[in-house]
């Protein structure tokens, strides 16, 4: 069973209540997305890999742990996911980057792939995919199906929103991939939008209403 952790902190619920207002503007739902996407990253990366290391104090030599950000890799779902990066990149700079261009055709809500770009030895890396709304799940699955085919470390799963069908989709194909998430909002619309939802995140984050 995929672990689902919804994360309620306080924060984190207040800013994304006021992306959901349908008036918020395109310039604040994007500062929110980026202040929300930190403190994701912030409890995400609760077990990232350290490793130790010696530093000069003024005073003396001592050790101390550092993240091994360098293995970390975001996969943004395009187009999405790529409103989540700045935030999380501002937490974690170090992580490399990658790229999956999916869309969802209208009439069979499957996802179809357009564009996969990752970084070099994906074996090595611990791999968190971000996409703002896990909706039907088809574009998560298609994603991780890619993914995992590149054998990483890990793999963990980042959204703002989901809902019950979101979380069985994935977890039924990738049980083992853990899901963060802000909110488990009611169901989906006969859209395939999630409600009451935030409406459409690509939209909202480019202003392209
Ligand atoms: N994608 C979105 O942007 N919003 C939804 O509610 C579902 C999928």
């Known amino acids: 069973m995929s672990e689902v952790h919804h994360i309620i902190h306080p924060l984190i ?12 503007s395109t310039s604040s739902f994007r500062r929110l997305l980026n202040e929300l996407s930190a403190l994701m990253a912030y409890e995400i990366t609760r077990d990232m890999p350290m490793q130790e290391v010696e530093v000069e104090t003024p005073l003396e030599t001592t050790t101390g ?22 935030g999380m990149l501002s937490i974690v700079p170090g992580a490399r980057v990658g790229h999956i261009g999916l869309y969802r055709d209208p009439k069979t ?17 611990d791999v968190i995919v ?19 085919a ?4 890990s793999i963990k799963f980042m959204c703002l929103l989901t809902c019950p069908e979101g979380i069985a989709t994935l977890h039924k194909a990738h049980p083992d991939v853990p899901i963060f998430t802000a909110a488990i909002d009611r169901g ?14 690509g939209d909202r984050i480019f202003g392209t209403l």
């Open 13 to 24: 619920q207040h800013k994304l209540t006021l992306m959901r207002n349908r008036q918020a």
């Open 65 to 86: 742990q550092i993240i091994d950000g360098k293995k970390l890799a975001l996969v943004s779902i395009l187009r999405a996911g790529n409103g989540l990066l700045d």
């Open 109 to 125: 809500l499957q996802a179809v792939e357009y564009y996969f770009k990752m970084p070099s030895h994906m074996e090595e890396r």
């Open 130 to 148: 971000v996409d703002p709304m896990l909706a039907t799940g088809n574009s998560a699955v298609a994603a991780l199906d890619k993914i995992r």
């Open 150 to 153: 590149l054998n990483p470390r």
């Open 188 to 201: 989906l619309n006969e859209k395939g939008y999630i409600v009451p939802g935030l409406g459409d995140a």
